[in-house]
């Protein structure tokens, strides 16, 4: 049995959660979250709080179980406060910029790459530090993980695009004799 399905999400105020078939939406003071759910948990929202339960006792069920909470517990928390993820570019000549609803970088390459910004997501780019929030953790995640793709860090010179908190483990270059 599930630990984190046992328990009951506290729906704080505020905070309006509606469900349509399948589909749960949270909205909240900064945006509104929808995400399509699987038949396989019933939820049911009571008056100030969201159960789920399985309704087959086999092990795909109770396996989604836990995670069904977790990602209603991130869609309510992400329309109360947005997650935020930061970029660090580092090199010379590495450049970023928002225009409008793209980046533009410039990465060293013969071109420059242009990558579209997705509605819910907002973006910023200041000096070598790239700012993107929104209220959608996986959404926020997976764009900055293929924004980070582009130029990924090497571990010479640490040139290239990191997380804020990430260490580059540096490598020794050539020796001269």
Known sequence: MSRIGKQAIAIPKGITVTQSGNAITVS??????????????????????????????????KSLWGTYVSHIKNMIKGVETPYQKKLILEGVGFKSEVKGKEFNFALGFSHPVVVPIPDTITATAEKNVITISGVDKELVGSFTAAIRALKKPEPYKGKGMRYENEVIRRKQGKKTV
């Not at 699987?38 to 092990?59: G, H």
Request: proline share 3%; glycine share 6%; hydrophobic share 30%.
């Open 28 to 61: 909240g003071p900064k945006g509104k979250n929808t995400k399509i759910f699987r038949d396989d948990i019933s939820i049911t929202i009571e008056n100030s709080a969201i159960v789920l339960n399985i309704k087959r006792n086999d092990k795909f069920s």
